[in-house]
């Protein structure tokens, strides 16, 4: 057993010294809603990229539509813990001619746990006339497991000493786990999925690899 740790250890200190490290951080916004992203990656033979980091979550009180939606960027944290996420990924470089752009596909999961702030407005009465009254109502439902999966296309673009510029765009699903009895359905409400859009645009820096003399 100790001789299978020390083969692993030394093969990640391989790998480790073969790889390009970078740190980059964006503007990140999915099925939930937006947030900042901050991960750190390593790239090997200089096509396979894998990364994760933090996200954190933003709060914002206006939602994109008036349908009613549950899920739909309404993440709304309540408690330190719900501002919080994880980001993991991998990026594969397919085209190499170009020297200062670098495009990709990609896979992409982030994960969080945090309630939604729900604005609805229901029939609340009518009028002499027959005509329907409605009534804001501004309920929070939660909190909930949030698991958003991408594929999609991306590039880096280098900018000067080592910056670059990075850009992904996907699609995918959105899977949301956790009961509220407040919520109409109440059969299977504990599980729900939407399809799952991403968008994640930011600056990163590209540390030197070091070659063995």
Not at 62 to 72: E, G, K, R, S, W
Request: glycine letters at 8%.
């Amino acid at each position: 057993m100790k001789k299978i740790f020390c083969l692993i250890v030394s093969f990640g200190l391989l790998l480790n010294l073969q790889a390009q490290t970078q740190i980059f951080s964006g503007f990140n916004s999915t099925h939930s809603g937006r947030s900042i992203t901050l991960v750190v990656s390593k790239t090997f033979a200089n096509r396979h990229e894998f990364g994760g980091g933090l996200r954190f979550n933003i709060n914002k009180l206006a939602h994109p539509d008036d349908q009613n939606n549950v899920y739909l960027k309404r993440l709304y944290a309540t408690k330190p813990l719900h501002y919080f996420g994880i980001e993991t990924f991998y990026h594969f470089y397919f085209f190499k001619k170009w020297a200062h752009v670098k495009p990709f596909v990609f896979y992409d999961l982030q994960a969080t746990y945090s309630t939604t702030r729900n604005r609805m407005f229901l029939p609340y009465t009518y009028t002499t006339n027959g005509i329907v009254l409605y009534k804001e109502y501004i309920e929070l439902f939660g909190p909930f497991t949030w698991v958003e999966q991408n594929i999609g296309l991306g590039f880096k673009v280098d900018l000067f000493n080592n910056f670059f510029l990075h850009e992904k765009i996907g699609l995918g699903t959105a899977f949301i786990l956790g009961y509220d009895d407040m919520l109409l359905n109440k059969t299977f409400n504990w599980f729900a999925w939407e399809f799952s859009p991403l968008l994640n645009v930011g600056i990163g820096y590209r540390f030197e690899k070091k070659n063995k003399k």
